[in-house]
């Protein structure tokens, strides 16, 4: 997977789960703790994802590679 698709999977999965913890303080949705231990785990997988499509962005464009 190339850096830009995991820094824009990151983004979708840090701002799905913002929205659903949203909701649930909003109470659009029922406040479950099942739900928000699910949003707090996508929230550090999507900010992982992020993190490691930067590197891997940073790394390409350090070593010569480009894109």
């Known amino acids: ?13 840090l701002v799905g789960s913002w929205l ?3 909701a649930m303080v909003l109470r659009w949705i029922p406040p479950v703790l099942e739900l928000a231990l699910i949003a707090y785990g996508t929230s550090v997988v999507g900010l992982g994802l992020g993190l ?12 010569g590679g480009g894109r």
């Open 1 to 13: 997977m190339s850096a830009g698709r995991l820094v824009a999977a990151g983004a979708v999965l």
């Open 20 to 22: 659903v913890v949203f």
């Open 52 to 63: 490691a499509g930067v590197a891997l962005y940073a790394r390409g464009r350090s070593t």
